[in-house]
């Protein structure tokens, strides 16, 4: 092993993380001290804010047409919805126009983005897959109770189990994950952005590829609602706002 920023460096194949502002955010957060860097080293970040998936970005050279190991954030399917319509507009793969959800368009977009999974599944096998986007929206969906048939959730168009049952053993799967009522910790906006417990769940993703994701969410719930303070007896805190000059 070698040392890097004071902290043991795995020597194991190096890994491409590829994705969009998510894996932009994770990026910056670890160049700056925000959140730990993964131990195993990162040979490339691929990452674009704001791109459709259905692109050649996610056909590049570096890891899709290479039998390479690789972390693949998946965007939202729904990035990029304007290029059903007319590709030319500026900034038509780079965000989702809200007048142009239908069911129509979503199905579209959902058969054209497993496309492209598919052909990134052949070319590079050691691609793993990480349906971060979908898993959020539907466990947003779930706790507002929407898209529920007969007690359990059916969403008409894209549902995380079917989508990750499609892909096998290349995901690293989250449909347990997001049966959890603390799930909604791991991201910090509607836009689904990692928070600082979710991009701590991806660094130990890319440190232990081989262990569920449920066993190495558990972990860090184990660690985040672990009290730091105990009272023999029930106390209430008062006091004023940080920085209040009352």
Avoid at 44 to 58: I, P
Avoid at 130 to 140: K, V
Wanted: proline share 5%.
């Amino acid at each position: 092993m070698t040392v890097v920023n004071n902290r043991e460096q795995v020597d194991w194949e190096p890994v491409t993380i590829a994705g969009t502002s998510h894996v932009l955010r994770w990026r910056t957060g670890t160049k700056y001290g925000q959140v730990a860097a993964p131990r195993r080293r990162i040979k490339r970040w691929h990452a674009k804010r704001g791109q459709k998936f259905a692109t050649d970005f996610f056909l590049c050279e570096d890891f899709a047409n290479k039998d390479v190991p690789t972390l693949l954030v998946v965007p939202d399917f729904r990035l990029g919805n304007a290029t059903l319509i007319d590709g030319s507009e500026d900034e038509a793969d780079t965000r989702v126009h809200r007048d142009l959800i239908t069911p129509e368009n979503d199905r579209a977009l959902r058969d054209e983005s497993i496309s492209w999974l598919r052909e990134i599944r052949n070319r590079n096998p050691s691609c793993r897959f990480l349906f971060w986007s979908l898993a959020g929206r539907e466990a947003m969906n779930r706790a507002a109770g929407k898209y529920q048939e007969s007690g359990n959730y059916q969403h008409p168009v894209w549902n995380l189990h079917e989508v990750e049952q499609e892909f096998g053993d290349q995901v690293l799967g989250m449909r347990e994950v997001i049966l959890r009522s603390e799930c909604h910790l791991l991201y910090s906006d509607d836009s689904l952005h990692p928070s600082w417990v979710g991009l701590e769940l991806l660094r130990r993703v890319v440190d232990q590829p081989s262990t569920p994701m449920i066993t190495l969410f558990q972990e860090i719930l184990d660690v985040v609602t672990r009290p730091v303070i105990r009272y023999p007896r029930d106390t209430v805190l008062t006091g004023t706002p940080y920085g209040s000059s009352d």
